[in-house]
């Protein structure tokens, strides 16, 4: 339903990535909203067609000197009827400091969509960190971590709101509502063991040899099982040479890139636990939304603010990042669980996602940050 409301907003933001077109498509829906989206980014990232976005207005063309960028025609927009602008928490973006200085002398309200701090700022990110968000009138920070750490360095709590992170949460409810055990995977495993899921690009970073690690360490524990790695390798990683060398080949599964969440939803909601040994992000969110559970490391510093979402003995767990022991324990703490355990992980995954991961949740953020002013 839309509301009513005196502001009209402005969104400004460096790319349309694929995942974000929900949550702007209800913005859209809901509030008066011009977008302006970016052209392209350094990193590789699949963008939605902006035409399929009520509210897009215009493709701004970013232009990048090593890690910085301007977005060229943005700063024009601070000259138009728009009472608030919502602007990427990004210091790279070198216009947005000309539109929040700019905005700030024409009163104009700024509101920044960002992760904010993650704790491990060298001292000159830092300052220039804690400069630009400053200029910002409200801030809304993906996570309470990050919310945390900036009340820590001064700044006002009552300025800011955790925003979270959704998926199609509408689309994967209606899936859920479907979700049945299947043989997705005794038929490709010709055996029953229980099965560690990873989804997500394959990349060195991502440290997944510590997956293959685990495993090996469980089989000689008497504990064999399964490993599926849903996504392509980008980075050479060559999963399946160690997974030879480790002798265990016969027990990974290569499946390869997949985009579509019916089948994403068999793959998750049959596998025993998810497990990203590098930062988790949005499979936290996917695979919650299908009722597997998670492990992820502990270093939140280096973590992607989905890792919230892990609830430790209920949704998931956390491992001592490196200890490659501490994750088999982890995994064989997952997989030996009884059946009643199993539901329970289930219904407290569900519960998790419905309570802030989804689009819903922050269209009711955005509406306190509007309301309250």
């Given at each position: 339903?839309?509301?009513?409301?005196?502001?009209?907003l402005?969104?400004?933001t460096?790319?349309g990535p694929?995942?974000?077109?929900?949550i702007?498509q209800?913005?859209?829906e809901t509030?008066?909203c011009?977008?302006?989206?970016?052209?392209h980014i350094?990193t590789k990232i699949?963008?939605?067609?902006y035409?399929?976005l009520?509210?897009y207005?215009?493709?701004?063309h970013?232009?990048?000197?090593?890690?910085f960028?301007?977005q060229?025609?943005?700063i024009?927009?601070?000259?138009?009827d728009?009472t608030?602008?919502?602007?990427d928490g990004e210091p790279?973006c070198?216009?947005?400091?000309?539109i929040?200085?700019w905005?700030?002398?024409?009163?104009?309200?700024?509101?920044?969509?960002t992760?904010?701090f993650?704790g491990?700022e060298?001292?000159?990110k830092n300052i220039?960190k804690k400069t630009?968000?400053?200029?910002?009138?409200?801030?809304m920070?993906?996570s309470?971590?990050?919310i945390?750490?900036?009340?820590?360095?001064?700044f006002?709590p009552?300025n800011?709101?955790?925003?979270?992170n959704?998926?199609?949460?509408?689309?994967?409810?209606?899936i859920?509502?479907?979700l049945?055990?299947?043989?997705?995977?005794?038929?490709?495993?010709?055996n029953?063991?229980?099965v560690?899921i990873?989804?997500?690009?394959i990349?060195k970073?991502?440290q997944?040899?510590?997956?293959?690690?685990?495993?090996?360490?469980?089989?000689e524990e008497n504990?064999?099982?399964?490993?599926i790695?849903v996504g392509?390798?980008?980075?050479g990683?060559d999963?399946p040479?160690?997974a030879k060398?480790k002798?265990i080949e016969?027990?990974?599964w290569?499946?390869?890139p997949c985009?579509?969440?019916?089948?994403?939803?068999e793959?998750?909601?049959n596998?025993s636990v998810c497990?990203s040994?590098?930062?988790?992000g949005?499979t936290?969110?996917?695979?919650?939304?299908?009722?597997?559970?998670i492990i992820t490391?502990?270093?939140?510093a280096?973590q992607?603010?989905e890792?919230?979402?892990?609830?430790?003995?209920?949704?998931?767990y956390f491992?001592?990042?490196g200890?490659?022991?501490?994750l088999?324990?982890?995994i064989r703490?997952?997989?030996?669980a009884?059946?009643?355990t199993?539901?329970e992980?289930?219904k407290?995954a569900?519960?998790e996602?419905?309570?802030k991961?989804?689009?819903?949740?922050q269209i009711?953020?955005?509406?306190?940050?509007?309301?309250?002013e």
């Amino acid at each position: 339903m839309y509301i009513e409301m005196k502001q009209k907003l402005c969104f400004i933001t460096n790319i349309g990535p694929h995942y974000r077109l929900p949550i702007f498509q209800k913005i859209s829906e809901t509030f008066s909203c011009d977008f302006y989206l970016g052209d392209h980014i350094n990193t590789k990232i699949k963008a939605f067609d902006y035409n399929k976005l009520k509210g897009y207005k215009e493709t701004l063309h970013n232009r990048f000197f090593h890690n910085f960028y301007w977005q060229s025609g943005s700063i024009q927009l601070v000259n138009r009827d728009y009472t608030h602008y919502i602007l990427d928490g990004e210091p790279y973006c070198l216009s947005s400091w000309i539109i929040l200085l700019w905005a700030l002398i024409r009163h104009k309200e700024t509101i920044a969509w960002t992760h904010g701090f993650y704790g491990n700022e060298s001292f000159v990110k830092n300052i220039i960190k804690k400069t630009y968000y400053k200029l910002f009138t409200k801030l809304m920070v993906y996570s309470e971590y990050s919310i945390n750490v900036m009340k820590s360095k001064g700044f006002n709590p009552e300025n800011m709101y955790c925003i979270a992170n959704s998926l199609d949460s509408a689309h994967l409810l209606d899936i859920r509502k479907r979700l049945c055990k299947s043989d997705v995977y005794s038929k490709h495993f010709h055996n029953n063991y229980p099965v560690v899921i990873y989804c997500g690009r394959i990349q060195k970073r991502k440290q997944l040899n510590q997956i293959i690690d685990s495993a090996k360490m469980l089989y000689e524990e008497n504990c064999p099982i399964n490993i599926i790695f849903v996504g392509k390798d980008v980075d050479g990683v060559d999963i399946p040479s160690y997974a030879k060398e480790k002798g265990i080949e016969q027990s990974v599964w290569m499946y390869g890139p997949c985009y579509e969440d019916s089948t994403l939803a068999e793959l998750f909601y049959n596998a025993s636990v998810c497990v990203s040994p590098g930062n988790i992000g949005l499979t936290a969110i996917h695979a919650l939304s299908f009722g597997c559970p998670i492990i992820t490391h502990d270093n939140f510093a280096e973590q992607m603010p989905e890792f919230e979402a892990i609830k430790p003995s209920k949704t998931g767990y956390f491992y001592l990042q490196g200890d490659v022991a501490d994750l088999k324990d982890k995994i064989r703490k997952v997989i030996s669980a009884e059946e009643k355990t199993w539901e329970e992980t289930r219904k407290e995954a569900f519960k998790e996602i419905d309570r802030k991961w989804n689009v819903d949740y922050q269209i009711n953020v955005l509406k306190k940050v509007l309301e309250n002013e």
